[in-house]
């Protein structure tokens, strides 16, 4: 299970936002401080003179081990941004380094989407379970099918109504942009069947352009949770 904070401000991250999730990655306080060494990224979209401009950085050093993390963070600081910030706790051994990072990213038609999730889902839920992608990866797969002919909070929906049994969650954060469309949506979803941890491991918080991991929030000591099951657009 990894952590997230997904954000949408006029100032980009704020730093103490930045601080709480390393300091979650290094020390989870809702985990019994075990840590999120696995990798970690940040996809965002920073608005310039009136334009987009993209920022995508994916490290498979811990958050609070990479010697580049204030170097990424300040493109994200005082200018209008949304985006992504994930750390990695890997549940398969074989599927790590850098290219296993998350946010992932794809094309689909003309939408860049970049994608992170806190979870896991079992393999046979899938077409085809020997892919050699993380479970992570190969929702993005299917949400890049189906993003466009649904909006981007149904294609959300229809991934839990798709997989949500076969989970433990399917946290996540979805960043998109076309010419014709710029956005970030989130989805609170845990399976309580499945879940291994306590239920507040599990929950989203949002405040503000934030939605974070409950672990970054229990840190900043802010924020209302989001209903399982329910997806937001910041």
Partial sequence: MCRFVAFNTDLGIDPNVARAIVEAARSDPLSGGRSHPDGWGVAALIKFNGSWSQIY???????YEDPFLLE????IEGRKSMGIIHARRASRKE????????PYYIKSGPIDLFYAHNGSVVRKAF?????????????????????NSLSPGEVLKA????????STSLNSALLYYSLSSVGLVSL???NKSRAREEDEYYKLYRWEGYVASSSVARLLGVGE????GEVVEL
């Fill in 57 to 63: 950085y994916r490290s498979d050093k811990p958050i």
């Fill in 72 to 75: 990424v963070l300040h493109l």
């Fill in 127 to 147: 077409e085809d379970p020997s892919l050699p992608y993380t479970d992570s990866y190969v929702l993005l797969m299917e949400i890049a099918k189906l993003v």
């Fill in 159 to 166: 991934i839990v109504d798709n997989y949500g049994e076969s």
């Fill in 95 to 102: 599927l790590r380094g850098v290219g296993h990072s998350h």
């Fill in 188 to 190: 609170s979803y845990y």
């Fill in 225 to 228: 949770p989001l209903k399982n």
